[in-house]
């Protein structure tokens, strides 16, 4: 891990914390909240509402939503939900809650909440958190954010957005706006980005990335890049790219994208790329590394490295790599990358 920021990732269990902005992902699913807005999004389901504007956004089924407080949605069942803060979400089972507080959600399971600040995500268990600062995630996995900013990421699905940008990202479906840039999400694909940080989000998995740092984040296979030029991603078939131009984004299809700013979204694969950084994004794969620290996180596997020194964990085999430009991760099957390519 490096000196702040990078806290690991586990199969099935997370802990990520930094300074301000907690983010912390999880396998195929993530909640997302900060002090004043709390979104949660939840497998096969979800429940977003900030202070004013409820949006929600759900997979194939309605939306019903009150004037100011109340938005739900739902996959396949019925919610039901009180004047200002009730605010239930249900995937095929019914969902209780109280006047004020209370505010439940389920997936085969129940959830209890605190007064004030206690968000909750389910996957079959419960979940419960203290006034403030302290939500936990169970489900084999924990999650604890900061005091502005509360990122989690759970199975199966993930909802980030900070203090003023919300974006929500559903399984097979998402919702994502911010102050300015509208960014809008397909079933089964998706691209986003903003002016200077592009994040796209994929079914089944994310990307994120800064101007920077290029986070890419797979599930079930890694591909690991070099500090400028080489950046590959791999499902079950490679990918090579050239020094600055050429990234192209494979799952059973190529996308080629021009010098700066093309970025094209394939259904079933995607590939996005800023001025400086290529990121691209795999359906059910993700890479994860910055400008100096690589972080790659893998399904049933993990890797961190630190500042200069890349350091790598994998579940039931092993992955080596060099000081600063070979890095590769593997999952039943090897990439290799040379330092120009």
């Given at each position: 891990m490096d000196t702040e920021s990078f806290r690991t990732r586990h199969l099935g269990t997370e802990v990520v914390m930094d300074t301000e902005t907690f983010r912390t992902r999880h396998l195929g699913t993530e909640v997302v909240m900060d002090t004043e807005t709390f979104r949660t999004r939840h497998l096969g389901t979800e429940v977003v509402m900030d202070t004013e504007t409820f949006r929600t956004r759900h997979l194939g089924t309605g939306v019903v939503m009150d004037t100011e407080t109340f938005r739900t949605r739902h996959l396949g069942t019925e919610v039901v939900m009180d004047t200002e803060t009730f605010r239930t979400r249900h995937l095929g089972t019914e969902v209780m809650m109280d006047t004020e507080t209370f505010r439940t959600r389920h997936l085969g399971t129940e959830v209890v909440m605190d007064t004030e600040t206690f968000r909750t995500r389910p996957l079959?268990?419960?979940?419960?958190?203290d006034t403030e600062t302290f939500r936990t995630r169970h489900l084999g996995t924990e999650v604890v954010m900061?005091?502005?900013?509360?990122r989690t990421r759970h199975l199966g699905?993930?909802?980030v957005m900070d203090t003023e940008t919300f974006r929500t990202r559903h399984l097979g479906t998402e919702v994502v706006m911010d102050t300015e840039t509208f960014r809008t999400r397909h079933l089964g694909t998706e691209l986003v980005m903003d002016t200077e940080t592009f994040r796209t989000r994929h079914l089944g998995t994310e990307v994120v990335m800064d101007t920077e740092t290029f986070r890419t984040r797979h599930l079930g296979t890694e591909v690991v890049m070099d500090t400028e030029t080489f950046r590959t991603r791999h499902l079950g078939t490679e990918v090579v790219m050239d020094t600055?131009?050429?990234r192209t984004r494979h799952l059973g299809t190529e996308v080629v994208?021009?010098?700066?700013?093309?970025?094209?979204?394939?259904?079933g694969t995607e590939v996005v790329m800023d001025t400086e950084t290529f990121r691209t994004r795999h359906l059910g794969t993700e890479v994860v590394m910055d400008t100096e620290t690589f972080r790659t996180r893998h399904l049933g596997t993990e890797v961190v490295?630190?500042?200069?020194?890349?350091r790598t964990r994998h579940l039931g085999t092993e992955v080596v790599m060099d000081t600063e430009t070979f890095r590769t991760r593997h999952l039943?099957?090897?990439?290799?990358?040379?330092?120009n390519i």
């Open positions: 079959g268990t419960e979940v419960v958190m900061d005091t502005e900013t509360f699905t993930e909802v600055e131009t050429f994208m021009d010098t700066e700013t093309f970025r094209t979204r394939h259904l490295m630190d500042t200069e020194t890349f039943g099957t090897e990439v290799v990358m040379d330092t």
